[in-house]
Nanobody
Framework: QVRLVESGGGSVQAGGSLRLSCAASGYTGCMAWFRQAPGKEREGVGGMVRGSTTTSVPDSEKGRFTVSQDNAKNTLYLQMNSLKPEDTAMYYC???????????????????WGQGTQVTVSS
């Protein structure tokens, strides 16, 4: 069984930065970050395969969001820069073992989910 614990959320002013962490227990083949704002669908914002340097980040977030991992700690990070009020959302960590389509960042392709960490960006 995989357990995911997110941390690093908080409140920040527009233009600021935050770094989210997701610590996983158990084997994960790939991990990703998703976010969900009130009234909106959950969307993927970055992911990568364990042991690889290849990342998947939506074009809309490239240049602002960076995904990285520490394999020794089984931890995934999301560095968010130049934050905007529209980045306000609950951010979730997700993981899967088979990872057949991890790069698509579709929530249906990830079996394990964390409880989420809130990010609030004020203008």
């Amino acid at each position: 069984q995989v357990r995911l614990v997110e941390s690093g959320g908080g409140s920040v002013q527009a233009g600021g930065s935050l770094r989210l962490s997701c610590a996983a227990s158990g084997y994960t083949g790939c991990m990703a970050w998703f976010r969900q704002a009130p009234g909106k669908e959950r969307e993927g914002v970055g992911g990568m395969v364990r042991g690889s340097t290849t990342t998947s980040v939506p074009d809309s977030e490239k240049g602002r969001f960076t995904v990285s991992q520490d394999n020794a700690k089984n931890t995934l990070y999301l560095q968010m820069n130049s934050l905007k009020p529209e980045d306000t959302a609950m951010y979730y960590c997700a993981a899967d073992v088979g990872c057949r389509k991890w790069w698509s960042l579709l929530q249906g392709d990830f079996s394990y989910w964390g409880q989420g960490t809130q990010v609030t960006v004020s203008s």
